[in-house]
């Protein structure tokens, strides 16, 4: 099998020591077993993505010396390769619409009868108001989000009889994939967002498959996502690549990294003078032979 791997950042704001970890490790990874590594923009959210911070990505990557082997993909382009998989699940009556705000999923879950909220990789675990009551016969639904039911879903692909395995490293506890624990912990998500193609989920999984990633290298906060992908997976007929989940780079004070850390942009690093040397070294990661072999 060769080794296909990808980076897929959101164009939504700079680049951080976080971003520069996980792409430097997957490049590494897809040079060392002679393989290749794609650029994919998560831009998907329109509201949020702008084009000069696509720019900048690309300007920041080239410059830690990363290159990929393949244009960009970017999936506002594929809105109709979502929109036909969610027909696909719609058809099979896997699907249902979903009218609730953010404000009603909080106001459900936190309910006295409801126990303590249960937190999922989507934020507070949706309680199931709408799944009795919502249509699910006629065309796919445009406005609203869709729900994937996930007890309908789990039954379907065969997962309620056996575990939902895949090859996993990186993690010291991989997350938990037996049906009990996706049906209470992550429940019923969201494969479609109001005024959005398609939820992350959906279009990561179909994203992977369609660029033949044979290997996922991201962080280990998206490691409760993984159980919902590969079940995704396994319900549209994808193949399963191999999930390395890796540590996540943190500030002094413990935090890991976000878009809102300015001071530590790859942008800023390269304004004050430092070096792509520099970055590897801050995020623990060994001169890669191209920058050896640029030094005088």
Do not use: N
């Amino acid at each position: 099998m060769s080794f296909r791997t990808r980076f897929a950042p959101s164009p939504t704001g700079p680049l951080h020591l976080g971003h520069a970890y996980s792409a430097l490790l997957a490049h590494d990874r897809a040079r060392a077993a002679g393989g290749a590594f794609l650029l994919r923009l998560d831009d998907i959210d329109q509201a949020r993505a702008r084009a000069h911070w696509a720019r900048q990505i690309e300007d920041d990557l080239g410059w830690l010396g990363i290159t990929w082997d393949a244009p960009v993909m970017r999936q506002s382009d594929r809105i109709p390769r979502y929109r036909a998989a969610l027909g696909d699940l719609w058809a099979r009556g896997l699907l249902y619409p979903c009218t609730c705000t953010r404000r009603d999923i909080e106001a459900a879950a936190a309910a006295p009868q409801e126990g303590a909220p249960l937190l999922g990789p989507d934020g507070r675990v949706y309680p199931g108001t709408c799944r009795a009551d919502a249509p699910r016969a006629g065309p796919l639904p445009e406005g609203p989000a869709l729900r994937l039911d996930m007890a309908r879903a789990l039954d379907l692909a065969g997962v309620a009889a056996r575990p939902l395995g895949f090859e996993e490293t990186g993690l010291a506890e991989p997350p938990s994939l037996d049906p009990e624990s996706l049906i209470a912990g992550i429940g019923d998500v969201a494969l479609a967002r109001r005024d959005m193609g398609a939820s992350y989920h959906l279009s990561v999984v179909l994203d992977d498959a369609d660029q033949a990633i044979t290997h996922v290298i991201r962080g280990a906060d998206l490691a409760p996502a993984t159980a919902i992908h590969v079940l995704l997976q396994r319900l549209l007929g994808l193949p399963t690549p191999v999930y390395h989940h890796h540590r996540l780079i943190r500030d002094e004070a413990g935090r890991r990294l976000a878009k809102r850390d300015d001071a530590r942009a790859i942008a800023t690093y390269r304004a004050d003078g430092r070096s792509p040397a520099d970055i590897r070294m801050m995020v623990g990661l060994q001169p890669s032979i191209a920058l050896a072999e640029r030094r005088p």
